[in-house]
Structures are given as structure tokens and as C-alpha cells.
Nanobody, 120 residues
């Protein structure tokens, strides 16, 4: 059984920084893209950032220049460094991984979400 376990969320003041981590565990054959999405209260889930297994990244317009996504392929872990945080960044952040386990085709997996709250 594959699990994505997130950590690093919390409460931070505007202008501060947070680093989120997400580790994929279980019987994993291959991890393709990994990424982060977020969902604010009453809003649709939106892209924060993604990174492929080879390294290319993609960022949502609302966070460009303030966040950096990275990954450790050996540990099936993805990180999100967030700087210059704003109250508008308050949301539940979800980790996503497109991965293949034994005997099944590649598909999306999601973490349980971690709350990020930015106070003004």
C-alpha cells in the first residue's frame, strides 16, 4: 500500500517561511512527477508546484518567485520551500505523486494534507 506523508505545515507570520516535506512509502516501482497543490477555504484546489523525476519544474502564478520545489529521488521525497508568505497563502497543502506500484499502472496518489496558516 502506497502512502504519502506530509510534514512541515503550521502557523507563521506574514513574510515568514515554511518548508514542507512529503515522503512516498510502500512498494513503489517508479515515481514520476511529484508536486504540491493547495485548497483555501471555499476555494478550488490549485497548483502550487510540480517537479518531474528529471528535474524540470512548474509553478503556479500566485507563488512564482516565492516558492521552490525540490526532490530527493533516492528517498521518494519532495520538498516545498515557501518564502515571503502572505495571508492569501493560507490553505491546506496536498502532496501529489504520479507513481507506479507493483502490478498496477502509474496513477496519482495524494497525501492527507497539511495546514498552512499565515497571520497578518
Amino acid at each position: 500500500q502506497v502512502q504519502l506523508v506530509e510534514s512541515g505545515g503550521g502557523l507563521v507570520q506574514a513574510g515568514g517561511s515554511l518548508r514542507l516535506s512529503c515522503a512516498a512509502s510502500g512498494i513503489i516501482r517508479r515515481v514520476n512527477a511529484m508536486g504540491w497543490y493547495r485548497q483555501g477555504s471555499g476555494k478550488q484546489r490549485e497548483l502550487v508546484a510540480t517537479i518531474t523525476s528529471g528535474g524540470p519544474t512548474n509553478y503556479g502564478d500566485s507563488v512564482k518567485g516565492r516558492v521552490t520545489i525540490s526532490r530527493d529521488n533516492a528517498k521518494n521525497t519532495v520538498f516545498l520551500q515557501m518564502n515571503s508568505l502572505k495571508p492569501a497563502d493560507t490553505a491546506v497543502y496536498y502532496c501529489n505523486a504520479q507513481l507506479q506500484t507493483i502490478g498496477l499502472p502509474s496513477r496519482d496518489y495524494w497525501g492527507q494534507g497539511t495546514q498552512v496558516t499565515v497571520s497578518s
